[in-house]
C-alpha cells in the first residue's frame, strides 16, 4: 500500500510558542494539510521536526502491517509535539479517518477509574488505605472485610470474578453491584496480583459514587476531561457515535479471546458477565458504545487521553490546570506488585495503584522503569514517562495480536522512546 504524508517537503526550525488547549501550537514547520489523493493512504495532522521518526512509523503500519486507521499523539514537557491520523473509519475504507474521530480504548478506561480515586484521596475525601466497606458497608460481605480501597485500583484485592451475573451484565450496572458485594474473594486481599479485567470498573465507581453521589462515568468527564479539554468519554454521547472508528479483528487472532472462550480459564470466568467477548459485532453495537462501561468502555481522540496522560507526567498539572497534587501522583506511581505470571491472564506484570509498569525486562511503557500507563487489549497505548516528561497515546481500530501488545502499536511506543 502507498502511504503519503500531508508535510511540507523540507522543515525549518522548530518555533516554541504557548497554547493552553488541547490543539497546542505547532510550529510553522510541523503544520500540515489534509488531504487524500488517488487511493493513497496519507497522513495528517501535526508533527515537530525531532519527532519525525513517530510519523514515519505511523505510515509503515499501514505501508507494511495492514493498518486500517489510526492516530497517536505525544506531549513533551507539556507541549504537544505529535498529534497525526491516518487510514479509515471501517475496513471498507469508505469513511475516512478524521481529526474528530473517537477510538475504542479499551482498558485504558481502568486507568481513569483509578485516577478518580485518586482525585478523591488529594481532596481527602477518600483514604485510600481505608477498608472499602468504610464507603460501601454492603460490600464487606463474605471475607471482604480487610479489602482496602488501594486494593481494588491496584489489582490485588482478590475480587476479580462475579459468579452471581449472567451474560449482559456488564450492561446493568446495579446487578454487578450487587454481585459484587455477595462474592467471595479468590484470595487475600493484597496477597496476589492479577489483572482485574471486568470488575475494577466497577469496583472503584462504586467508592465514587457512594462518596459523591456521581455516576463515575461523568465524575471522569467533569473533574478530568472537561477542565483538560479532552474529548474522551466513558459511554458515548448520542450525538457523538457517528464519529466512532469501527473495531475491526485481527485476521492473525487475539490471545485474549482464545483465553476468554476458554470456559476452564480465570479469564473466562471473569468474562462471564461479559456477552460475546472480544466480539467486534458486540463492540461495534450502539448498546456497548453508549453503555458507560468503566472497565473498558472508554472512546477518545488519541491527543485527548495524551494529554490527560501528560498531565500525570508533568506531576499532575498542565498549562495551569491541576487535576492532582504531586505528591498524589507520586503515591498512585508507586509499585504494588510485580508478578512472573498473575493470576488471571499468566502474563507477567508489574502494577501501581492503577496503572501499569514495566515488568522485569519488559519495554511496554517504553525504556524508562519509572514510566507508566495502560494498555488497551484491542492495541490502544497509554503512556506517561515522568523523567522525561513525555506523554503518549496510541490508537488503532485494527485489533492487535495478543493482550494489548502487536508490532504497530510496539512501533509507535519505540519510536516515540527513540527521540532524545
Same mark, same amino acid.
Given at each position: 500500500m502507498a502511504v503519503r504524508w500531508a508535510y511540507p517537503s523540507s522543515a525549518g526550525p522548530a518555533v516554541t510558542r504557548s497554547c493552553s488547549t488541547s490543539r497546542s501550537c505547532f510550529s510553522p514547520s510541523a503544520r500540515a494539510s489534509s488531504m487524500t489523493v488517488n487511493g493513497t493512504i496519507e497522513i495528517h495532522g501535526d508533527c515537530e521536526p525531532g519527532f519525525v521518526a513517530v510519523r514515519d512509523s505511523l505510515a509503515r503500519n499501514f505501508s507494511e502491517h495492514d493498518e486500517i486507521g489510526s492516530a497517536v499523539a505525544v506531549y513533551q514537557d507539556g507541549e504537544k509535539v505529535v498529534d497525526i491520523w491516518g487510514g479509515h473509519m471501517d475496513s471498507a475504507r469508505s469513511r475516512l479517518w478524521r481529526e474528530d474521530t473517537l477510538c475504542i480504548m479499551y482498558s485504558i478506561a481502568k486507568s481513569m477509574c483509578a485516577t478518580a480515586l485518586h482525585i478523591l484521596a488529594d481532596r481527602r475525601q477518600v483514604d485510600l488505605d481505608a477498608p472499602v466497606a468504610t464507603y460501601w458497608p454492603e460490600f464487606a460481605q463474605n471475607g471482604k472485610d480487610a479489602v482496602l480501597v488501594r486494593h481494588i485500583i491496584s489489582h490485588n484485592c482478590g475480587v476479580c470474578f462475579a459468579d452471581a451475573t449472567a451474560a449482559g451484565d456488564i450492561y446493568d450496572y446495579d446487578r454487578m453491584i450487587a454481585a459484587l458485594e455477595v462474592q467471595e474473594p479468590a484470595w487475600p486481599a493484597g496477597s496476589r496480583g492479577a489483572y482485574n479485567t471486568v470488575n475494577i470498573g466497577y469496583l472503584a465507581g462504586e467508592v465514587v459514587r457512594r462518596v459523591t453521589g456521581t455516576p463515575i462515568r461523568d465524575f471522569i468527564h467533569q473533574n478530568i476531561c472537561r477542565p483538560l479539554g479532552a474529548d474522551y468519554q466513558i459511554g458515548v454521547n448520542a450525538d457523538d457515535v457517528a464519529r466512532i472508528a469501527d473495531l475491526e479483528p485481527n485476521p492473525a487472532g487475539s490471545a485474549m479471546a482464545a483465553q476468554a472462550s476458554n470456559g476452564e480459564t480465570p479469564l473466562s470466568r471473569a468474562w462471564r458477565p461479559n456477552p460475546n467477548p472480544m466480539n467486534t459485532d458486540t463492540q461495534n453495537s450502539l448498546e456497548f458504545r453508549t453503555a458507560g462501561i468503566p472497565s473498558f468502555g472508554g472512546f477518545g481522540e488519541a491527543r485527548a487521553m495524551a494529554r490527560i496522560y501528560a498531565m500525570l507526567a508533568n506531576g499532575g498539572e498542565i498549562d495551569g490546570t491541576r487535576i492532582l497534587s504531586r505528591e498524589a501522583v507520586a503515591r498512585a506511581t508507586e509499585t504494588q506488585w510485580?508478578?512472573?505470571? @498473575? %493470576?488471571?491472564? &499468566?502474563?507477567?506484570?508489574?502494577?501501581?495503584m492503577g496503572y501499569a509498569k514495566n515488568?522485569? &525486562?519488559?519495554?511496554?511503557?517504553?525504556? /524508562?522503569? /519509572?514510566? #507508566?500507563?495502560?494498555? %488497551?487489549?484491542? %492495541?490502544?497505548?497509554?503512556?506517561? @514517562?515522568? @523523567?522525561?516528561?513525555?506523554?503518549?497515546? #496510541?490508537?488503532? /481500530?485494527?485489533?492487535s495480536e495478543g493482550f494489548g501488545v502487536g508490532a504497530r502499536t510496539e512501533a509507535i511506543v519505540d519510536a516515540t522512546f527513540s527521540v532524545a
Open positions: 510485580t508478578e512472573a505470571a @498473575d %493470576g488471571m491472564t &499468566g502474563r507477567a506484570m508489574r502494577y501501581a515488568p522485569p &525486562g519488559g519495554t511496554a511503557m517504553g525504556p /524508562n522503569e /519509572n514510566a #507508566f500507563g495502560h494498555l %488497551g487489549s484491542g %492495541g490502544a497505548r497509554a503512556i506517561a @514517562d515522568p @523523567d522525561r516528561n513525555r506523554a503518549l497515546c #496510541f490508537v488503532s /481500530n485494527l485489533h
